[in-house]
């Protein structure tokens, strides 16, 4: 069972996305 390479794109580009969000919103605390 093989991810198709968009489906994993838009998965660690998400993660990227809630990481960088994660990170601005402890910067603002």
């Known amino acids: 069972m093989s991810l198709p390479q968009c489906t994993h794109e838009a998965f ?3 993660l990227v996305v809630d990481l ?3 990170a601005s919103a402890r ?3």
Do not use: D, L, Q
């Open 20 to 22: 960088a969000r994660t």
């Open 12 to 14: 660690t580009r998400r």
């Open 27 to 29: 910067c603002r605390a």
